[in-house]
């Protein structure tokens, strides 16, 4: 199982992270020296509207020796070229674009499936896209990770929304439901508190876990986290 361990930008800052770790170059320098082969990077402001952090981002992947994975309410054809021409090893579309069948097929026919992975955000089973997102249908989850599949796709990053950033721990009922969709790779995020949640995840046949506050507060290290993962 692989490990993401989250930069969520916002103000130029590590969101939720104490004042001295906050530096986003700095914490991905920490990441990799940590041993982490990938990170989770997320323009929070972008998400909701307050601005962007481009300059940023595209320092963040230039400086990079580490593998990133961005997301964050992507959701149209221009910032997933964006993102890949920046340096991201892979985009998450967004949930609400997700929900868009032509949309999808556009983007792993231009990008193939290595390089686009999809977000689907659920609240009660039910696709619920988070940040400026409005009007997505309220499709049930299991039925669109079955059509994201059927087109090709490859890589859910799968949020139960109520979770995130709770430490409630992670809705792996639900990822597990959708990793039974034969070549699905899931991911899980929101709600990770300790080690034994991600040796849950790992035993639920989970293709990796993205965990953000838990490392702020030091619920847990990074090495700590890789090493239950390896």
Known sequence: MELYPAIDVQGGRVARAPAAL?????????????????????????????????????????????????GGSVSTEGEVDELLAWGAARVVLGAAAAADAELVDRLLARHGPDRLAVAIDARDGKLAPRGGAQGA????????????????????????????????????????????????????????????????ARAAGLAGAIVGRALHEAKFTLAEALACVA
Do not use: K, M
């Not at 986003?24 to 920490?30: F, K, N, Q």
């Not at 998400?47 to 940023?56: I, S």
């Not at 991911?187 to 991600?198: E, F, N, P």
């Open 22 to 70: 906050a530096e986003p170059l700095a914490a991905l320098d920490r990441y990799a020296r940590a041993g982490a082969r990938w990170v989770h990077f997320v323009d929070l402001d972008r998400v909701y509207g307050r601005g962007t952090n481009d300059e940023l981002t595209r320092a963040c992947l230039a400086a990079t020796g580490i593998r990133a994975q961005v």
């Open 137 to 200: 249908p309220p499709v049930a989850v299991r039925d669109l990770a079955r059509r994201l599949r059927g087109q090709g796709a490859r890589t859910i990053v799968y949020t139960d929304v109520t979770r995130d950033g709770t430490l409630g721990g992670p809705d792996l009922s639900g990822a597990r439901a959708l990793g039974a969709e034969r070549d699905l790779d899931v991911i899980v995020s929101g709600g990770i508190a300790s080690l034994d949640d991600l040796r849950a």
